[in-house]
């Protein structure tokens, strides 16, 4: 009697916890559509806010697909890692290049802006989440060849979103390059050396956070869509960031290598999400 009565208790509650992701989600999308139309302090402040409402949207969307263990390991390994990271990078230049914070992204915390961890965040899931889509055979997610894809996949997908963030970020003044050179083709005022730590903290990232959180796994929130809410924000990030380079921030350069470059992850992933979509209908 007690298991019968937890039932519709359970389902209650995913059904409001996946409102909650999408709403979020939303929350997330209307925090950045206004920050290419504005400037100065208002500019920092959507990008604080958007951050911040995109952090709980992915932790959310990580706690329906996992239970607990999702927003934990979400938490430590890409929050308190992504800050222990940066920490070592502003001091050491390991592994990103030689760069420090100018202060503008509010308070930090041993040197790093408290927002950056949480941008870690929000991106980690998203791209884990993108990754396993792309793995391969859901039947065998948690076989060792399907992690290593995901982690592969999912790693390249977070990796080559900071091809976007990084020319933005470095053009609002909120952290400076001790040395730009050499950097990738159409992409000025980056080092190289800054991708190339990404993507080597990336898909370390991605496979520490799909291993600690594999088990147990529900389907994604959502209304069927492969990867629920993190995946439609990946999708979103990509072609918001795309346009706005070409129309709003004077980068078309970027908007091409960036586009390619993410483009690898995204636009397989929108033929899967569409193709699924098709199934459905």
């Known amino acids: 009697m007690v298991r019968v009565q937890e039932r519709p208790a359970l389902r209650r509650g995913l059904e409001a916890g996946r409102r909650a992701a999408w709403a979020l989600a939303v929350a997330a999308v209307l925090c950045q559509i206004p920050y290419p139309l504005v400037s100065g302090p208002w500019r920092d402040a959507l990008t604080v806010a958007g951050v911040a409402v995109f952090c709980l949207a992915s932790l959310t969307a990580a706690a329906l697909r996992h239970g607990v263990r999702g927003p934990l390991a979400l938490f430590t390994v890409a929050g308190l890692g992504g800050l222990a990271v940066e920490a070592v990078g502003v001091r050491t230049g390991f592994p990103f290049g030689s760069y420090h914070y100018t202060g503008s ?12 961890p949480l ?11 993108a990754g396993r889509v792309l793995a391969g055979d859901r039947r065998r997610a948690g076989a060792p060849a399907s992690r290593v894809r995901t982690a592969v996949v999912g790693g390249w997908a977070l990796a080559s979103w900071d091809v976007f963030l990084d020319p933005q970020m470095v053009d609002a003044g909120h952290w400076v390059w001790s040395d730009s050179h050499p950097g990738l083709p159409g992409v000025e005022g980056v080092p190289l050396t800054n991708f190339a730590g990404w993507v080597a903290v990336s898909v370390a990232m991605v ?8 088990r147990p796994v529900r389907r994604p ?15 979103w990030t990509y072609a918001s960031s795309v346009t ?25 992933l929108a033929l899967r999400v569409a193709g699924a979509a098709g199934r459905r209908g």
């Open 207 to 214: 496979a520490v956070v799909d291993a600690v959180s594999r």
């Open 244 to 268: 706005a380079c070409l129309v709003f921030f004077g980068r078309p350069q970027v908007a091409l290598v960036g586009g390619v470059l993410m483009g690898l992850v995204a636009v397989p």
């Open 105 to 116: 992204l509010g308070p930090s915390l041993a040197g790093v802006p408290v927002v950056v």
């Open 119 to 129: 941008a870690w965040i929000m991106m980690a899931w998203p791209a884990l989440e």
């Open 221 to 235: 929130a959502g209304s069927g869509a492969p990867g629920g809410p993190a995946v439609v924000l990946y999708l």
